[in-house]
């Protein structure tokens, strides 16, 4: 039975991914936000899940060679590298020993968008670590894949208002470019605000 967190994040994801099917830039996207065990990645898993399906039966069979959807989990201390790794891995991409991270980078993006991808699921983005150097970074680097890839990013944390995650100028962009739904006890509630808040 979907619970209400789900529902929620699965009605403005999907709304998301509906506005920007068009947009050449300028894409929205979608932060999912609480305390740990509030079932934020069941949310968002659910939501591709739903997602897949939904595009599946809309191009019934003539789904050869599409991806609606990568799923990724920033790992801790996440580098530039890390982080186009992980999308890679995700798409069975062979990586080199000494590959350099644009390489990575770009392989991974270029796969995306021949398959077509329209939903970009990013988990535990409170590991990007803006103290560090590697962590400001990272968060340079998830910008640049929600600008190149032509997807709907959905970025998913443990309390990324209260980390200080959006509080820099990398951060503010990123924050500028999603919305979130309204803070409230449960995990999600009905979305009314571009700010970030409690998923």
């Known amino acids: ?30 932060i999912v936000t609480g305390q740990a065990g509030t079932g934020k990645t069941t949310a968002i898993t659910q939501l591709g899940r739903n997602h897949e399906l939904l595009v599946r039966q809309r191009l019934s069979r003539a789904t050869g060679g599409s991806r609606p959807i990568v799923y990724v989990t920033v790992p801790p201390g996440a580098t530039p590298t890390t982080l186009a790794i992980e999308f890679a891995r995700f798409l069975s991409l062979p990586i080199v020993r000494g590959e350099t991270q644009t390489s990575i980078t770009h392989a991974a993006c ?7 991808v329209e939903l970009a699921l990013v988990d535990e ?7 560090t150097r590697a962590g400001a970074e990272a968060s340079e680097q998830l910008k640049y ?8 990013f959905v970025l998913v944390g443990i309390d990324v208002a209260g980390s200080g995650l959006f ?21 999600t509630a009905p979305p009314h605000s571009d700010r970030t808040g409690g998923a």
């Open 1 to 30: 039975m979907a619970t209400p967190t789900v529902r929620s994040v699965f009605t403005t994801g999907r709304r998301l991914v509906l506005l920007n099917r068009r947009q050449i830039s300028g894409r929205r996207g979608l």
């Open 145 to 152: 894949l929600s600008e190149r890839i032509p997807a709907t």
């Open 167 to 187: 509080n820099d100028t990398r951060g503010q962009q990123i924050a500028a470019a999603t919305r979130s739904p309204r803070p409230n006890r449960s995990p």
């Open 125 to 131: 983005i409170h590991n990007l670590d803006l103290a």
């Open 110 to 116: 270029d796969l995306l968008i021949r398959m077509r």
